[in-house]
Every structure is written in C-alpha cells, then in structure tokens.
C-alpha cells in the first residue's frame, strides 16, 4: 500500500523569496503544498505549476481564519507539516526604534505564528505532524543594528523550544531552522528606513555590512536541505534525549552557518568582542573623542 501523499501548509511564498523555493521543493518531492502570500500576483507561478494557494495576511485575523478554513477543507482536517516562514525585519540602532515599528515587528514575526500553529494544531495532531519555524542566527547573536528584528527571532526560538515539549504527548514535532545569509527577498521590497538626523551613531551611518556581503546560498540549495530534513518523520526510535532517523529539532542553515555556530558557542563575550570589530565601532569612539577634544 502506496504511503498518503504529505500534505504541506508553507507560509509567505512569494517569488525569488525562501518560502517560494520551499514550496517549488516539497511540490517535486510529491507534497501536497498549499502555498500563501498576501497578494494574488505573488503566487501566480506556483499556481502555474499546479501547487494550491491561498491568501493569507498573518496580520489580519479574518484573512488567517479564512486561510485556515481553506487549508482544513483542502486537507480534509489532516496536516502533515506548517511551515511558519512569513515575516518581516526592521532595522535600526536600537536606541533609536520607533515603538509602533517594534510592536508591529512582535505582531508578524511571533504573535502571528503563534495564533497560526494554534489555529492548525488539531489538523496537525491529526497528522501527528511537524511545525517548521523558519527563524535566522540572529536569535542568538548581537548582530548591531539589527536588534529589534533579533528579538523577535529570540522570541521564536524559545517558542519552537517550549511548543516541542508541550505538543510532543500528541505526536506532534517541531523544527526550529536558524537560519544564516541566504539570498532573499527580506528587505528588498522596501529600503531600511532613515536613521533619525541626531541618531547616536550618526557617524556610522553610511557604514555598510560587510559579514554576509559575499556569495550567499541560494533559496534552492537551502529548501533541498530544510525540506530533506522536514520528511525524515518521527524516526524510527527515540531513547532518552536521543532520536534516531527523526527530524531534527534544530538545524542551521546558510552561508556563514559554520563560522557563526562556533561564535554562538564559544559565548556572548566573543560574539560581542568580534561585533565590536566587525561593525568597526572604533569609526564611533573616534568620532566621540574628537567631540570630547572640542568642547
């Protein structure tokens, strides 16, 4: 008897994005894959090469019920994996973040996740079926000027942790993917916004990142992995704190994912020293020395 064909709820699919690659990879591993964005023209592709999609604003409560009520008549109530790959970023010193901005960043990047996976978990018991967070390495590492978007990473790190504990009586399983540089579409669609004119780091206001400014990792090249990992299933024997031929409960992803692996275990205190440098702050002290010598 041939195996049911998985069925796949993936989040924020629109074009040239992770969410789109994930969707096109799971479609060619025999998924079933429903597909979302919050514009209709953002998944005429995938709807082109038979994927199901839907139109989900993680913002909107209407919009996650109505998504929701497709997905469970879709799926006949049974899902096997969600993806939570929608999301934002918002990037400032963070004594300059606007509160509104801050707020509204917690609401997409957690709040919606959150409210989302609660909607699905009975078709996901269903299932007995697997969530799959897509966060970044920044939920662990003091990336400057990118603070607030960090700490709703943070955020969803510690929810992926507590929500495989608390969902795994009911068969349920969660993949927490850290995610280092990849070529995305994060941030592309609109520009940074505009430090404030007496911002604090004025001095470094045009200096531009150079950690992840090379060669990143393609969409595609990271789906095949976050995909290969996602179908394992519950593996074949869990002992103790070891699972065995399962899907993991974290993995990391992405161009400079080794490097950045080795800063977050060696500490906050490297990772501090080497962002201090990295971000060549001393371009600020000299700034705020040659201030002091005026006065």
Not at 96 to 107: G, I, P
Request: include cysteine; proline fraction near 5%.
């Amino acid at each position: 008897m041939a195996p049911a064909q998985q069925t796949v709820f993936i989040t924020g699919c629109s074009p040239g994005g992770i969410g789109n690659a994930l969707a096109r990879e799971y479609h060619a591993r025999g998924c079933k894959v429903i597909a979302s964005a919050r514009r209709p023209e953002a998944l005429t592709d995938l709807a082109a090469l038979g994927l199901e999609t839907v139109l989900l604003d993680v913002d909107n409560e209407e919009s996650v019920a109505a998504a929701v009520k497709s997905v469970s008549d879709i799926t006949a109530g049974r899902l096997d994996i969600l993806v939570n790959n929608a999301g934002t970023t918002y990037q400032m010193p963070l004594a300059d973040v606007e509160l509104s901005r801050l707020r509204a960043l917690f609401e997409t990047n957690l709040v919606s996740v959150v409210g989302l996976t609660n909607q699905l978990l009975p078709s996901l018991i269903q299932a007995k079926g697997l969530v799959v967070n897509i966060s970044s390495a920044s939920e662990s590492l003091p990336f400057p000027f990118k603070g607030a978007y960090a700490m709703t990473k943070a955020a969803l790190a510690s929810y992926s942790r507590t929500l495989s504990v608390e969902v795994a009586p009911f068969g349920v399983r969660v993949l927490n993917v850290t995610t280092a540089f990849i070529q995305s579409q994060l941030g592309k669609r609109a520009p940074p916004p505009e430090w404030p004119t007496d911002s604090l780091y004025d001095s470094m206001r045009s200096l531009q990142q150079s950690a992840g400014s090379g060669q990143r990792m393609l969409p595609e090249a990271y789906a095949k992995q976050v995909v290969s990992e996602s179908l394992k299933g519950a593996g074949w024997l869990e002992l103790g704190p070891w699972r065995f031929g399962g899907t993991r409960e974290t993995m990391m992803l992405g161009t400079l994912s080794g490097p950045m692996w080795v800063l977050g275990f060696l500490g906050s205190n490297w990772a501090r020293f080497f962002m201090l440098r990295k971000w060549k702050f001393s371009i600020l002290t000299d700034a705020l020395a040659r201030d002091k010598k005026t006065i």
